[in-house]
């Protein structure tokens, strides 16, 4: 982990840095909150600022957030959001408006049109899941089905019978979508990426070509182990108890045989993709397919990814966290556990933590830890959680705009107001950190609603925790 100074931090100086970060983004992210994604948004930063409004019982946040919401009306009047994601579309602007609605009414209707379009741009979508014809965007979190799937699932909890034939119809066919992409036919995996699936760019002629990195490095192909872009998303996104409600069933914890066996599969295949020979469970960003069989080569050369969310063991541990309750298996959540306490063990140069923000930094690991230690009771997570927290809060300068800048990897500074690498992300984070009502909003990371109090695997009710000697608040 990279050597910065911190020490232990109480509730209240938390609360502070909350509070001097949600005051900048409410008076100065006007100006720079002009796009409509979720990720780098004004969505995004209106999520943060709802949640600071209930923490600090502070109504102009509140407002301020509703004129975040207005921003993403006008950005998206002027650029119309024409492709689903969760991240960059539509999916990601339903998610912010079903935040709102939860505690305004006055949303509902906005929220229906909002949650009926994404629902038809979904269906006017072909998918397909034979190997080789799949990219990444097509199921991934940040672009793909999985984003699409919980966007409208928890949009639907909100709605109710306002939710759409298309909702419904939309919501059961990716259900069905994901979960074939979980099957193994004893070949390429069916979330195999080829090189005509490749991220592109636009290139001389204007059309989209594959980015150049991809093509050199990976000419036959890649395996994406990611969480924002891999088949954790896929997991994620499947065990969601609401995905019964999307196979038509009453019971909510009453999973389709089909379902639960997809978790099972999809748990047991990337248990095995990590890498061998290490004293801690790791992943590669990518892995190549065999050159015979063209399944994920485990004995090609291997580098951890980084410690993050986005990719690297905690962000599959995320995925696995869930999914003994899915499936009712439990090695996939001790599988997790195990990952989680082993990211303690890696050398500093494979964790690779230099940033305070969400998407691949220290944001992101608290939230994180913070799930799972709440939902498993194993105290040396909660311990893991407070000494990210520690770290997070070091990085606080009062001469950045927003108080927590981006590191890029050579430690180069980004002044970001938005979600997955900026502000508001931190903001959420620190809220999380220190209310039990604001940490419901990693569902955004996990895609999976919080289990209710007392229910969950460790013994210890949902956001209870040991004492940490710390501050009241």
């Known amino acids: 982990m990279e050597s910065r100074s911190a020490g232990k931090v109480t509730d209240d100086e938390v609360l502070r840095l909350a509070r001097e970060v949600a005051d900048r983004l409410m008076e100065s992210a006007g100006d720079a909150a002009v796009k409509a994604d979720l990720a780098d948004g004004a969505p995004g930063i209106a999520l943060a600022l709802r949640y600071a409004a209930e923490v600090f019982d ?3 946040y509140f407002k301020a957030g509703q004129l975040q919401l207005r921003r993403t009306a006008e ?22 408006v079903t935040e709102y609605a939860r505690l305004e009414p006055r949303y509902l209707p906005t929220l229906a049109t909002m949650t009926d379009r994404l629902a038809r741009q979904t269906l006017a979508i072909t998918l397909h899941t034979a190997a080789g014809s799949v990219a990444s965007h097509d199921y991934d979190v940040i672009a793909g089905a999985a984003g699409w799937l919980a966007a409208l699932l928890k949009a639907a909890d909100v ?19 994901l979960v074939d992409l979980t099957q193994d036919d004893g070949g390429k995996l069916r979330w195999f990426c080829a090189p005509s699936h490749f991220p592109s760019i636009p290139g001389p002629d204007g ?12 000419p036959d192909g890649v395996y994406n ?17 609401d995905t019964a409600h999307a196979a038509g069933l009453v019971r909510v914890d009453a999973r389709p045989h089909r379902v639960r066996q997809g978790i099972r599969d999809l748990a047991q295949t990337l248990g095995a993709l990590r890498i061998d020979g290490l004293d801690y469970p790791a992943w590669a960003n990518l892995l190549l397919p ?8 485990t004995d090609s050369p291997q580098v951890p990814a ?7 063991a905690p962000g599959v541990a995320a995925s696995l966290l869930p999914a003994s309750a899915a499936c009712g298996d439990p090695e996939p959540t001790d599988l997790a556990v195990a990952t989680l306490l082993g990211v303690e063990r890696t050398p500093a140069e494979h ?17 994180v830890y913070g799930r799972a230690a709440a939902q498993t009771g194993v105290p040396d997570l909660w311990r893991m959680h407070d000494e990210f927290l520690s770290q997070l809060c070091s990085y606080a300068d009062p001469d950045h705009p927003y108080l927590f800048p981006d590191y890029d990897p050579w430690g180069g500074q980004e002044h970001n107001p938005g979600l997955l690498n900026g502000a508001a992300g931190v903001l959420l984070a620190l809220l999380g950190a220190v209310s039990d009502a604001a940490a419901e909003w990693d569902e955004l990371l996990f895609l999976t609603p919080r289990l209710p109090r007392g229910h969950e695997p460790g013994g210890t009710e949902a956001g209870t925790r040991p004492d940490r000697g710390m501050g009241e608040t």
Do not use: M
């Open 58 to 60: 502070d109504d102009r």
């Open 75 to 96: 950005a998206s009047a002027a650029a119309p959001l024409n492709a689903p994601g969760l991240y960059l579309g539509t999916a990601g602007v339903v998610w912010a």
């Open 159 to 177: 709605l109710g019978g306002r939710a759409t034939d298309a909702a419904r119809e939309a919501t059961g066919r990716l259900v069905d979508y």
């Open 207 to 218: 059309q989209p070509t594959p980015l150049p990195g991809y093509v050199k490095n990976f």
């Open 225 to 241: 182990l990611g969480f924002a872009h891999g088949p954790a998303g896929i997991l994620a996104a499947l065990c969601r108890p």
């Open 290 to 297: 065999h050159p015979d069989s063209g399944r994920p080569d």
């Open 306 to 312: 980084r410690s993050a969310w986005c990719y690297g």
């Open 351 to 367: 964790q690779r933590i230099n940033s305070p923000t969400l998407c691949h930094g220290l944001a992101g690991l608290l939230t």
